[in-house]
């Protein structure tokens, strides 16, 4: 069976665009794919239109013509989805509303692509009650020209340490919301792969990869952590009650990133090198602190967050640079943070799944100006656990809200519900196909999914 995998280009104008058809009567749907590799149309792609308020299920088909061009008819009122599958990379958009063409940009595929690293590698670490808690997360760079997406059945290896269990993992894809994945396991205890394609960025919105994992703990634990392609920077974040030691070789040096935790950075990290660290002692990330400065812009703009992100950052700030040298892991931290403020709002939605074990014990933590840290640990968890996991890090990096828009919080809510309904939809069917989620669970999760899915069109 081919193997058909999810691929988001952009959040599609995230829920705006999902909705715009809701109510649309019978129509055609036509547009043109574009290969952005070669800069020309994409023949032979195969299309469907995907009907949402169905089940998923393709309500129509076609492939593109010498010209890139498709053209399908909509049986009837949507939402629709339109989903391209070039060289097993899928990619969709929200099936536009009236005359307004659906066109669709894809990539070629490779397995290796030259352009592609690790922007940073984030390990926020917690240890209690005989339990070291790891949140990892990989920020993904693909500045390939011409731009190509990596993939192939191993497009991102990842090797656990020796004693740990897997809690989640999860992706997002340059521009998109963060879906849970989950990764193929290669022979080897702790060796996994993502097998999502790494495309090509969006100015500063790259993939992000995030695992969760968890080992017995006994008061101290040693790292032999590597990489497996180039990293410009990797990154420790400790509680303040804990303590943290490089490794022989290791060129740790501290930041002061955030005053509330500890953080270390080693820079230039190679494939293959082995960086070694130890962390001992108790203690937990802050979970109600105000923070204590205010980061640069980053990709606060690039992901649709306001021009106020970060209007006064430090010293200088404005279009120049600013005087003061921004922290080096600045631009990570808006980057996290919208995905943060979007997850949040569309928490809820990852409860359906079977997620009850992870949440177990979890101390209710306070809001700090309206982000609430406990409900984004909860939100990216592994579809099935194999046995109750350890509650993930409360913890994000610099964790803010995330400026206010004019919008209404309804309204705004509601849209984003929307958008990670059809990035979870998409997920479990990708899942389904590639034959990674048995039709058992693909039933009680889809039923799930589309239940909250009916209740939240009834009030549009």
């Not at 104008?13 to 590799?37: E, I, Q, R, S, Y």
């Not at 009837?76 to 989805?81: E, K, N, R, T, V």
């Not at 032999?224 to 022989?248: C, I, N, Q, R, W």
Request: charged content about 15%.
């Amino acid at each position: 069976m081919k193997r058909t995998s999810l691929c988001v280009p952009r959040s599609v104008v995230a829920a705006a665009c999902l909705l715009a058809g809701v109510f649309a009567h019978a129509a055609a749907v036509t547009g043109t794919v574009n290969n952005k590799t070669t800069g020309k149309p994409s023949a032979g792609d195969s299309v469907v239109l995907v009907d949402v308020g169905a089940g998923m299920s393709e309500a129509a088909t076609a492939t593109t013509d010498s010209s890139g061009h498709y053209s399908m008819q909509a049986p009837g009122m949507g939402p629709y989805l339109v989903r391209v599958n070039h060289q097993g990379a899928t990619y969709f958009i929200a099936a536009p509303a009236g005359n307004v063409p659906g066109d669709v940009t894809v990539y070629d595929v490779a397995a290796k692509v030259e352009g592609v690293s690790i922007d940073a590698d984030m390990l926020l670490v917690e240890g209690a009650s005989g339990s070291l808690r790891v949140q990892e997360r990989y920020l993904i760079r693909n500045s390939s020209l011409p731009p190509k997406a990596q993939y192939s059945d191993k497009t991102f290896e990842i090797v656990l340490p020796p004693d740990a269990e897997l809690d989640g993992a999860s992706a997002t894809r340059p521009g998109g919301l963060g879906t849970n994945t989950r990764l193929v396991p290669l022979g080897s205890k702790g060796h996994y792969t993502f097998n999502i394609p790494i495309q090509p960025d969006q100015g500063e919105k790259e993939t992000m990869f995030e695992v969760q994992y968890h080992m017995p703990y006994k008061g101290k634990y040693s790292f032999s952590h590597s990489e497996p392609m180039p990293a410009d920077s990797l990154v420790v974040y400790v509680p303040k009650g804990m303590s943290f030691t490089a490794g022989s070789g290791a060129d740790f040096g501290p930041s002061q990133e955030d005053p509330r935790v500890q953080t270390y950075i080693h820079k230039n990290v190679k494939p293959g090198q082995t960086v070694a660290f130890t962390v001992s002692g108790e203690g937990s990330m802050p979970r109600d602190q105000q923070p204590q400065q205010r980061p640069t812009m980053g990709a606060a703009g690039a992901m649709g967050m306001g021009d106020q992100a970060g209007s006064a950052a430090t010293p200088g700030g404005g279009i120049g640079q600013p005087i003061n040298t921004p922290d080096p892991l600045s631009r990570y931290k808006w980057w996290i943070l919208g995905i943060l403020a979007l997850l949040l709002a569309g928490g809820a939605v990852f409860m359906l799944r079977k997620q009850t074990p992870a949440l177990a014990g979890f101390p209710g933590g306070a809001k700090a100006d309206g982000f609430d840290a406990d409900a984004f640990a909860a939100a990216p968890v592994a579809r099935v656990q194999t046995q109750p996991a350890a509650p993930a890090p409360a913890y994000a990096p610099s964790a803010q809200a995330a400026p206010r828009g004019s919008s209404a919080p309804g309204a705004n809510a509601n849209a984003t519900l929307m958008s990670i309904l059809k990035d979870e939809l998409f997920a479990i069917e990708s899942e389904r196909l590639a034959g990674t989620l048995s039709q058992a669970e693909y039933t009680e999760v889809k039923a799930g999914l589309e239940a909250v899915l009916k209740r939240a069109l009834k009030r549009q």
